[in-house]
């Protein structure tokens, strides 16, 4: 997931897609534990793309804040 599509979703959307990477990130250490994982790489990403929309949640929170001083 690029950066710019993370940036292009609402504020809804962004939690919605956190629970959704968190899912997947569980889903995939089960089968990892099972065996049954094909590639490895999978859980780095999906890792790496729940660090980005957390990223943006935070800087929009940040603006949010600032906005009101």
């Known amino acids: ?36 994982l094909d590639n490895g790489k999978k859980i780095t990403e999906v890792r790496k793309s729940i660090a980005k929309v957390l990223t943006i949640q935070k800087e929009r929170a940040l603006a949010d804040e600032s906005a009101k001083k």
């Open 1 to 36: 997931m690029k950066i710019d599509e993370v940036r292009a979703l609402s504020n809804q959307e962004l939690n919605e897609k956190v629970y959704e990477l968190k899912s997947d990130l569980m889903t995939l250490r089960f089968q990892q534990k099972t065996g049954n």
